[in-house]
């Protein structure tokens, strides 16, 4: 998937998070160095509701949207407070974030902060099957009525597996890589197969886990505002 696609993407789910956070207002619930407990709600619902509790080396997030838990620095706000970059509004650094996480609430996506992308998968396919095109063009491999054989043969035996898919992408994976194509049947020639499609990152990361991210970026940064304003 072209990275623009990607970053439309997270734009349009900050642009969400804003919306679902608008009226949240912060209350410290407990506080003791790093021992602290912040809950965010919207006078109190349940709705879009987060909470953020830390303790030595630790950052747990759970609310509406899983739970989540990271470990890094003694103090996890400073941890993520040094991604923050002049000039946006919310400054999130997903990779890097997720490297620390050591666990995930496992009735979101099988416990895992990422997910099948579609996108991806579709573009590494087309990619692969239009290099074959012109191979055979060029090779005299296959003539124009084969050529399309195998184009539609890619649709019908992997791609159409795509748009069946919830959460994995197994079958379309697996699809994939069983797909062999010999013009007419003929096993003496070469197939054509995808052979290394395992070189490629089919994931991205869930709408959740970003969704989170965004939470933590903002809450911090409440936090970080409201203590600032207290009396010295």
Partial sequence: MPLNNEAVRRAE???????????????????????????????????????????????VYSGDMGCFVFQRLHDMLEFFRSDRVNGEELSINCGYWA????????????????EFDPDKFRAVVNQQRIQWMRDAKYDNMLDKAQRRQLWEAVDDDVLRHV?????DGDRAMYAAYDFVWRPDLDYSRNGWGFC?????????YTSTFLWCCY???WGIKQYDIAKAARPA
């Fill in 163 to 167: 748009a069946e898919l919830h959460d």
């Fill in 215 to 217: 939470a933590l970026a």
């Fill in 196 to 204: 290394d499609l395992w070189e490629h990152d089919f994931t991205r």
């Fill in 13 to 59: 789910i900050q642009k969400d998070f804003l919306r679902d956070v608008q009226h949240h207002t912060m209350r410290v619930l407990h506080e003791d160095g790093v021992y602290r407990h912040l809950s965010f709600t919207n006078n109190g619902s349940s709705f879009y509701r987060f909470d953020l509790v830390t303790y030595p080396g630790f950052l």
């Fill in 99 to 114: 490297e620390k996480l050591q666990a995930v609430d496992g009735q979101r996506h099988r416990g895992s902060a990422t």
